[in-house]
């Protein structure tokens, strides 16, 4: 189970951390992956973070404004969202990847787990 937390209202420019917490599995087994999804939009992949941490991968619309990072031992993963625009508004959700190690995959059915995920609006 992967349960999200952190969303909320925020103005644009601010910062949001967003937390994925994992229960009843071990984190360090799976890639992890946010997605992000607005209204009448498709799902699509925002950022991702090997299994050991050293491999990240970003979508271009966030690069140097977001940063994944995880936690194994707390069985966590983080999304820091800073300078956060209006089109950054969406229901985040984060994923897990149980086949891979080192890459991260940016196409969402390459998730086996998902989170029920946390509504981030940024206001303008």
């Known amino acids: 189970q992967l349960v999200e937390s952190g969303g909320g209202l925020v103005e644009a420019g601010g910062s949001l951390r967003l937390s994925c917490a994992t229960s009843?599995?071990?984190?360090?087994?799976?890639?992890m992956g946010w997605f992000r999804q607005a209204p009448g939009n498709e799902r699509e992949f925002v950022a991702g973070?090997?299994?050991?941490?050293?491999?990240?991968r970003y979508t271009d619309s966030v690069k140097g404004r977001f940063t994944i990072s995880r936690d194994n031992a707390k069985n966590t993963v983080y999304l820091q969202m800073d300078s956060l625009k209006p089109e950054d508004t969406a229901d985040y959700y984060c994923?897990?990847?149980?086949?891979?190690?080192?890459?991260?995959?940016?196409?969402?059915?390459?998730?086996?787990?998902w989170g029920q995920g946390t509504l981030v609006t940024v206001s303008s």
């Open positions: 994923a897990a990847d149980k086949t891979r190690y080192t890459v991260v995959t940016i196409t969402a059915n390459g998730y086996d787990y």
């Open positions: 973070i090997s299994r050991g941490g050293r491999n990240t």
């Open positions: 009843g599995r071990t984190l360090n087994n799976f890639v």
